[in-house]
């Protein structure tokens, strides 16, 4: 599997998921929460993280998405998607350890784990943990590094916003 094929799936069941968890339209942090600090959160994560593993050489993907299929509902999340294929500056098991001290900082409460059924096999940070789904709320992180790539995704719990603002270009004058 290439490597746009597999962040398409990763997103598409990220949707599926949090298009079936309960209370997915619940924001925990209160309405003070808007799209642009959503956005700099998980910026902030991942430019620690990879800072922590590799500071260049990453693609980054970030896209609006509605909370709802109801186009009258104001409410969205982010979806954000990076990853790098070049050559690690030491060990998987060692850079993984130190993203993982990076989100701690950051307060998410998570353990490395090993999945060897992914080709090539990798090390795992998620939040919350690797393979049980999303939060309450729909929000999830995950950081895999692997021997030739590392990818980093986050998708956000829902928070007002109007998509069409958020989504549409900005005229030019």
């Known amino acids: 599997m290439n490597k746009r094929t597999y962040v398409a799936a990763v997103a598409l069941l990220a949707v599926l998921l949090t298009a079936c968890s309960p209370g997915r339209d619940q ?12 956005k700099a959160q998980i910026t902030e994560l991942y430019e620690a993280s990879a800072a922590a593993i590799a500071p260049d050489g990453w693609q980054v993907d970030a896209s609006w998405l509605a909370c ?45 784990e090993r999945d060897t059924n992914l080709t090539p096999p990798r090390w795992v940070l998620s939040d919350p943990p690797y393979l049980t789904g999303a939060h309450s709320d729909g929000s999830y992180y995950l950081l895999d590094v692997s021997e030739s790539a590392v990818y980093f995704r986050a998708y956000s719990a829902c928070v007002p916003g109007d998509i069409f603002e958020l989504t549409s270009p900005t005229p030019t004058p």
């Open 27 to 38: 924001n925990p942090k209160g309405p003070e929460m808007t799209p642009e600090a959503v």
């Open 68 to 112: 709802s299929d109801d186009s009258t509902a104001d409410g969205v999340n982010l979806l954000f998607a990076a990853s790098r294929s070049a050559p690690l500056p030491g060990e998987p098991a060692d850079l993984i350890t130190q993203a993982q001290l990076v989100w701690q900082k950051y307060g998410h409460d998570v353990s490395v």
